[in-house]
């Protein structure tokens, strides 16, 4: 019997793809084959387009159908060099403006956080816009406090991008690392045992803290990047300037913070106000 982990984990790193999205299609290929009982090699057109049609019976958000769809296309594409899923098409996803918190709103939170490292660690995300898979990796080595910047190591997509060291935030940063005795090497904020701070624990301390400041908003640690994003868009930075902080791939995706940003701020004026008053 076909391997198929391997031969997708082998032919994901041969490629550089991330771990995440190896496991994440091992997931979807190991469920596919456990419905459709056949060889890997006699699979199909037909057999995938039945189990597409098996996930929206099943209410699968189109997310997660075009997820499998991908696992799909680089298993048989990549891994076996078939082109049997090449006419399967995306689900079109409808775009939704991501939630953000005004900057009030996001004062309430953090003055809802008593814990010195936790608050810090939110501070954190939204003074830099970073995921927070990011922050929990960082490491004290990665800061260049004389010069105001640090770097993300290996973030989405696996490549190093810099960050800005907020000022504000510059003295708490260097008092928490020198209380902490903290290393070079040492994770910024340590969890238990060896490794770093969960994700979870940050989740946890935002949810937490949301409730406590009634945000009725449905906030997560994502919720501080867009806010960190729409925030330099009202205070003028231009979308070129924010594209690099946030890491896209694409100006595309960073335009739609011109979207949430506050139109008073912008200093945005409808074209009615610039016609000739005597005209109308």
């Given at each position: 019997m076909m391997d198929v982990g391997n031969l997708v984990r082998n032919e994901g790193l041969r490629r550089?793809?991330?771990p995440e999205t190896i496991k994440t299609y091992i997931y979807c290929l190991n469920k596919f084959f456990r419905v459709c009982h056949k060889n890997p090699l006699e699979i199909t057109k037909r057999d995938i387009t039945d189990y597409v049609d098996y996930l929206h019976q099943w209410n699968?958000?189109?997310?997660?159908?075009?997820?499998?769809i991908n696992a799909l296309k680089f298993f048989y594409e990549n891994v076996l060099?078939?082109?049997?899923?090449l006419k399967i098409e995306h689900k079109r996803v409808?775009?939704?403006l991501p939630t953000f918190l005004t900057k009030e709103e996001t004062q309430k939170l953090f003055d809802a956080i008593g814990n010195f490292k936790h608050k810090l660690m939110v501070k954190m995300l939204y003074a830099t816009g970073m995921r927070v898979s990011e922050l929990v990796s960082l490491k004290v080595k990665d800061f260049e406090f004389n010069e105001n910047y640090g770097w993300v190591r290996e973030g989405k997509g696996g490549k190093d991008r810099l960050f800005v060291i907020a000022v504000k935030l510059k003295k708490e940063l260097l008092e928490w690392i020198a209380?902490?005795?903290l290393n070079a090497d040492d994770w910024l904020f340590p969890g238990q045992?060896?490794?770093?701070?969960?994700i979870q624990?940050?989740?946890?301390i935002i949810k937490i803290a949301r409730k406590k400041a009634k945000i009725t908003k449905n906030v997560h640690p994502h919720t501080l990047r867009h806010s960190?994003?729409?925030?330099l868009i009202e205070n003028g930075y231009a979308v070129t300037e924010v594209q690099p902080l946030l890491g896209h791939n694409s100006l595309n995706t960073t335009m739609i913070y011109l979207h949430m940003a506050s139109p008073e701020l912008l200093k945005v004026k409808s074209p009615y106000d610039s016609l000739d008053k005597k005209g109308v």
């Open positions: 550089g793809t991330r699968r958000s189109d997310n997660t159908i075009n997820v499998y060099n078939k082109k049997l899923t409808r775009k939704q209380a902490n005795k045992g060896n490794t770093h701070v969960s624990t940050i989740q946890l960190f994003a729409t925030h």
